[in-house]
Antibody
Framework: EVQLVESGGGLGQPGRSLRLSCTGSGFTFGDYAMIWFRQAPGKGLEWVGFIRNKPYGETTEYAAAVKGRFTISRDDSKSIASLQMNSLKTEDTAIYFC????????????????WGKGTTVTVSS | EIVLTQSPGTLSLSPGERATLSCRASQSVSNRYLAWYQQKPGQAPRLLIYGASSRATGIPDRFSGSGSGTDFTLTISTLEPEDFAVYYCQQYGGSPLTFGGGTTVEIK
């Protein structure tokens, strides 16, 4: 079964750091770009960032709201994508989902065909 | 950035009825690169439709997508009890990818 499982959520203080992990199973992790989303309480879906796979240099892109504070990395040998969240703000409070990316060509962005169940991050003093 | 506007915000219908959800883009979505997702409370989103009209694996044929350019529609032909949920559209033709604000389909 193709599956993604997020972990690492919890309570973080403003200005501090948290690290989330997304572990994949049931597919060849290194064949796919991976993406992180978040959903603030009662709100819609917001893209956080993604990491391309090795043939595309494992390059990353980030939403403006997190650029310079969050970093995505991957370890294909362990089928893990990580989200390092630094300089946390209260507005980072959300459920964080990871997703497996698909795209019709290298000229387009991604849609997501597999999602994890999410991990909750609460930023509060 | 392409802004997606979904309407209505909430759709109140009964099981067995037909649901029509709209997603309008601020500019043309290239090659119909638009996806639809379903999200139930406490669950992850699930891919329903990609490429505006292609059903994802395992999605029942009561779900159909249509449209092009700036106007897209998700239709649920006959609502089943498990279809009451929030639905999001997402475009991936332009960067960055963007989501609509969602339509809640609730039981009337």
């Amino acid at each position: 079964e193709v599956q993604l499982v997020e972990s690492g959520g919890g309570l973080g203080q403003p200005g501090r750091s948290l690290r989330l992990s997304c572990t994949g199973s049931g597919f060849t992790f290194g064949d796919y770009a991976m993406i992180w989303f978040r959903q603030a309480p009662g709100k819609g879906l917001e893209w956080v960032g993604f990491i391309r796979n090795k043939p595309y240099g494992e390059t990353t892109e980030y939403a403006a709201a997190v650029k310079g504070r969050f970093t995505i990395s991957r370890d294909d040998s362990k089928s893990i994508a990580s989200l390092q969240m630094n300089s946390l703000k209260t507005e980072d409070t959300a459920i964080y989902f990871c997703g497996r990316c698909r795209r019709p060509s290298i000229l387009t962005s991604y849609y997501m065909d597999v999602w994890g169940k999410g991990t909750t991050v609460t930023v509060s003093s | 950035e392409i802004v997606l506007t979904q309407s209505p915000g909430t759709l109140s219908l009964s099981p067995g009825e037909r649901a029509t959800l709209s997603c309008r883009a601020s500019q043309s979505v290239s090659n119909r690169y638009l996806a639809w997702y379903q999200q139930k409370p406490g669950q992850a989103p699930r891919l329903l439709i990609y490429g505006a009209s292609s059903r994802a694996t395992g999605i029942p044929d009561r779900f159909s997508g249509s449209g092009s350019g700036t106007d897209f529609t998700l239709t649920i032909s006959t609502l089943e009890p498990e279809d009451f949920a929030v639905y999001y559209c997402q475009q991936y033709g332009g960067s960055p990818l963007t989501f609509g604000g969602g339509t809640t389909v609730e039981i009337k």
